[in-house]
């Protein structure tokens, strides 16, 4: 199993930045990625990493102001928010892949952290 726990939420402004980390136990993991689910929405993925590799990929909405980054020695994803708007608050949630395929946007993840709350206000 992996466990996977995320720290860093909090509440900003419109254009001000959070950096969201995820520390990942268990299993080894090939891809993670990070998601966020917003009040009456369904959850997607907003950028992926591959574990080995470290090749990224994001959403079209947070592309040129977000970076997905790993550090394989700690065992952490982080998510680094820039330029936030409103409109990116929502819970997002680490995700982690243990099988092989692809490390895209779309891909299927089977592990999941409990959550952290971010809030952008306008």
């Known amino acids: 199993q992996v466990q996977l726990s995320e720290s860093g939420g909090g509440s900003v402004e419109a254009g001000g930045s959070l950096r969201l980390s995820c520390a990942a136990s268990?299993?080894?993991?090939?891809?993670m990625a990070w998601f966020r689910q917003a009040p009456g929405k369904e959850r997607e993925a907003v950028a992926t990493?591959?574990?080995?590799?470290?090749?990224?990929n994001y959403a079209d909405s947070v592309k040129g102001r977000w970076k997905i980054s790993r550090n394989n020695t700690d065992n952490t994803v982080d998510l680094q928010m820039n330029l936030l708007k409103p409109d990116d608050s929502g819970l997002y949630f680490c995700?982690?892949?243990?099988?092989?395929?692809?490390?895209?946007?779309?891909?299927?993840?089977?592990?999941w952290g409990q959550g952290t709350q971010v809030i952008v206000s306008s």
């Open positions: 990493i591959t574990i080995a590799g470290g090749w990224t």
């Open positions: 995700a982690a892949k243990r099988t092989t395929g692809h490390c895209y946007i779309g891909a299927v993840f089977d592990a």
């Open positions: 268990g299993e080894a993991r090939r891809c």
